[in-house]
């Protein structure tokens, strides 16, 4: 079993930035890749960014450019840098683990907020 907690979420104006974390607990020796989705509200849950256990990273479009995915050297803390964000990317983000076995575990959530 694996534990994550997002934390670092927030109210910014459009433009700022915010960084969010997440805390893995437990099992967390065969984490694979780490995740961060977004849920705005009346939207499907929607990928924004991935790190694999080699440090690879993707991302979504609309966030090339402005979002950063990161990994601490013991690989329990994820993070998702935000710069330059928009009214747009007000959604509650979610941490993601996936497993070497492809076990999927799921944080609680942040709300991030833009205004404009």
């Known amino acids: 079993q694996v534990q994550l907690v997002e934390s670092g979420g927030g109210l910014v104006q459009a433009g700022g930035s915010l960084r969010l974390s997440c805390a893995a607990s437990?099992?967390?020796?065969?984490?694979?890749?780490m995740a961060w989705h977004r849920q705005a509200p009346g939207k499907q849950r929607e990928l924004v960014a991935i790190?694999?256990?080699?440090?690879?990273?993707t991302y979504a479009d609309s966030v090339k450019g402005r979002f950063a995915i990161s990994r601490d050297n013991a690989k329990t803390t994820t993070y998702l840098q935000m710069n330059s964000l928009k009214p747009e990317d007000t959604a509650v983000y979610y941490c993601?683990?996936?497993?070497?076995?492809?076990?999927?575990?799921w944080g609680q959530g942040t709300q991030v907020t833009v205004s404009s």
């Open positions: 790190i694999t256990r080699g440090g690879s990273t």
């Open positions: 993601k683990a996936i497993t070497i076995l492809g076990s999927n575990y």
């Open positions: 437990g099992i967390t020796f065969d984490i694979n890749t």
